[in-house]
């Protein structure tokens, strides 16, 4: 079955510094959604990527799709205290039901 | 709007028993889907639910089922519960007429297993 794989497990940063996460699907995507989950919360919906090779922006967060439609990263410049989660990439393949098989997260220290 | 609540929100169960976690979904959503989140771990899918019908299904033993109601909730079952079943179970609500569309998280239910 599908997996989905995140780089690295975890990442400890400075106040200020950038951070990036990686994400890798062993099958081709239809879509791929990124999460962030708060120590004792819930997964809180971030933005989802559809395009082959989309680049997309939200303030210091830069999110990529891969050309292949099978990875993905998510870039956080000068990282804050606020950005402090565990991020998932979640995949979606092409089977015409939104199925989302998540990654194993990195959690951001 | 009050968007995807779950009830309870915490629960203790003897190895053995069975459990119904419910979830009402974010108003004018049609699709209910249960993930389970071990600790550490990212949410892993159980079933959806789609007018009153489990549409996918991932993993999981026929100890988890389901039910959709016509209001669009949904109850998630567990039977003869394992220590390994302790978890935090999500649910997630979305539009099925929308096929790419975020989904929308409930707070979850933590469920403990002793």
Redesign the interface.
């Known amino acids: 079955g599908q997996q989905v794989m995140q780089i690295p497990q975890y990442q400890h940063v400075q106040e200020g510094e950038d951070f990036t996460t990686y994400c890798n699907s062993s099958t081709t995507l239809s879509n791929i959604q990124w999460y962030k989950q708060r120590p004792g919360g819930h997964p809180v919906f971030l933005i989802q990527l559809v395009k082959s090779g989309e680049v997309k922006k939200q303030k210091r967060l830069t999110f990529q799709f891969g050309e292949a439609k099978k990875n993905s990263s998510l870039h956080i410049t000068a990282t804050q205290t606020t950005d402090v989660g565990t991020y998932f990439c979640a995949g979606d393949e092409d089977t015409g039901f939104q199925k989302l098989v998540f990654g194993t997260g990195t959690r951001l220290l | 709007d009050a968007g995807v609540t779950q009830s309870p929100t915490h629960l203790i169960k003897t190895r053995g028993q069975q459990v119904t976690l419910r979830c009402s979904p974010k108003s004018g959503h049609d699709?209910v889907?249960w993930?389970q989140q071990a600790l550490g771990?990212?949410?892993?899918?159980i079933f959806?639910y789609?007018e009153e019908e489990e549409?996918?299904r991932?993993?999981f033993p026929d100890r988890f089922s389901g039910h959709q109601f016509p209001n669009y909730s949904s109850e998630l079952n567990v039977n003869a519960l394992l220590l390994g079943d302790s978890a935090?179970y999500?649910c997630?609500s979305?539009f099925?007429s929308l096929?790419?569309?975020?989904?929308?998280?409930?707070?979850?239910t933590r469920l403990t297993v002793v």
Do not use: H, I, M, V
């Not at chain 2, 771990?41 to 899918?45: A, C, H």
């Open positions: 699709t889907s993930y771990q990212g949410p892993q899918f959806q789609y549409r996918q991932g993993n935090l999500l997630a979305s099925a096929r790419d569309t975020e989904a929308f998280f409930g707070q979850g």
